[in-house]
């Protein structure tokens, strides 16, 4: 069974770029949910993929976008990069199917806006 | 709004001490809690997850306790080793099927 797996590990980027980082879900699972964690905090949610439609949004503006493939991978693009968005980005799998609802994190992007 | 506070916020104790990790949480209708452990720079490995019906889950050292009524869990940690050094998260799953976490404890066994 395959892992939940993120691409790239690091990423450098200026203020006012675009970014667009990968997640590659668990074998099975058809929900992906992505992360920012900020230094020192806790993960924060950013939003859920449930079958290629958005299933919940945190408090994130508008330049957070999002898409889920058909084989259930997923997409996070960020626009016009600030500075506050240097974080790790984490990805979480998880299935609807049971009754656990325990999501599988990847290993996370480190972002960097300089 | 759910709010996940943990305490303390970092710890350093000697090796082959137990040790508690608390967890507490201000909306109690949630489907489950999972515990998390994070190294520097890292991912979240899953350390357990208690559903809402449970009171605990055991693994290998680690126990960790639910009483939803009072919005509270624990991580108990037996016979630490330098190894367990890491930060310990603790989220809840609510209805919203988003995890709300804590800002974690920082823990750092000493040999």
């Known amino acids: 069974e395959t892992g939940v797996t993120q691409s790239p590990t690091h990423l450098i980027k200026t203020r006012g770029q675009q970014v667009t980082l990968r997640c590659s879900s668990q074998s099975g699972h058809n929900t992906v949910s992505w992360y920012q964690q900020a230094l020192g905090q806790g993960p924060q949610f950013i939003f859920q993929?449930?079958?290629?439609?958005?299933?919940g949004r945190g408090n994130f503006p508008p330049r957070f976008s999002g898409l889920q493939f058909p084989n259930y991978s997923s997409e996070l693009n960020v626009n016009a990069l600030e500075l506050d968005d240097s974080a790790l980005y984490l990805c979480?799998?998880?299935?609807?199917?049971?009754?656990?609802?325990?999501?599988?994190f990847g290993p996370g992007t480190r972002l960097t806006v300089t | 709004k759910q709010e996940v506070t943990q305490i303390p916020a970092a710890l350093s104790v000697p090796e082959g001490e137990n040790l508690v990790l608390n967890c507490s949480f201000t909306d109690s209708a949630i489907y489950n809690l999972q515990w998390f452990r994070q190294d520097p720079g890292k991912g979240l490995t899953s350390l357990l997850l208690?559903?809402?019906?449970?009171r605990e889950q055991t693994s290998g050292r680690l126990n960790a306790s639910l009483d939803k009524s009072s919005g509270r869990s624990t991580l108990y940690i037996a016979a630490s080793q330098p190894g367990d050094s890491a930060t310990y998260l603790c989220a809840v799953l609510g209805g919203s099927e988003k995890l709300v976490f804590g800002k974690g404890t920082k823990l750092t066994v000493n040999p």
């Open positions: 208690i559903q809402s019906s449970q």
């Open positions: 979480a799998s998880s299935s609807d199917r049971g009754e656990w609802y325990e999501q599988y």
């Open positions: 993929y449930y079958r290629e439609e958005e299933n």
